[in-house]
């Protein structure tokens, strides 16, 4: 009895070994097994997904291809309208030109006709010397500056001065390599000017503030907002036509004028001799005959 229970224990003891056994190797299999089945599932789902992609973006080429058509035509007829816009205004420009061109040609026909019936002189040719400001001078007493000329002998006093867009002064003072140039808006320049389209006549005068004064001119003038300020060439001093600035208040206090060029930032003056005559000297040669 005792032996039959221990040949049965024994028996169980290698069975269950024997499974212990199985179960380990049915173990492994099932392992290797689901990691081919885990491999081969990604290839199929790395291979499907990148199919299912170019389909996708095939379709979604086709779908915006109209749409793509659409706009660059859209564009495309945009910029035909524009080509066709600067065309219009090229051919409007080209007859303005034209026309102001057989204009100057009329007038200067006209000029040379008109010359020639009044035995016309022209003025002889302006030139001029370029300056540097060395130094500016700003107070209640004075709106002047300093340039550097480099001894040239042509600076002379009463000469007329020249920013970047008309007068902004006259020659006061030479010296051998410097001169002393008052502004416009300085309380000792005194400018004979005239409004460019009324034509009515005046003296700019300085303040030493900002902005110079236009008098002597009649109450009822007319001198608007806005017009603009040229040399009249009265005197002699200054040629006529040169631009000066323009008007920007009309009140009871006179009739302010803005210079052109801003006369707190200069850097390079142009010094012009017109080659005018001392109005001085207009009677002199006979009165010293007589």
Known sequence: MVKRERDTFLHINQLRGTLKKFAIVFAFVCAFVFMLLNKSENTLIEKTSGTAGEVVSSVIDVL???ATVLVKSYEYLRSLRKIDMENQALREENRRLTIANAERRALAVENALLAQLLNYTPPP??????????????????????????GNESVRKGQVVIGNKGVIGRVEKTGDNYAKIFLVNDINSK?????EKSRVRGVLSGENSLLPKMIFIPLDAGVSIGDRVITSGIGGVFPSGLPVGKVVSVDREGVKVKPFDNLNNLEYVQIVD???PDPASFFSAREGAQ
Do not use: D, N, R, W
Request: net charge positive; proline share 5%; aromatic share 10%.
């Open 64 to 66: 915006v291809m109209p």
């Open 125 to 150: 040719k302006a030139s001029f010397v370029t300056a540097k400001v060395v130094a500016e001078e700003g107070s209640a007493f004075a709106h002047a500056v300093t340039v550097y000329t480099a």
């Open 191 to 195: 400018i004979p000017v005239m409004t």
């Open 274 to 276: 017109y080659k005018l």
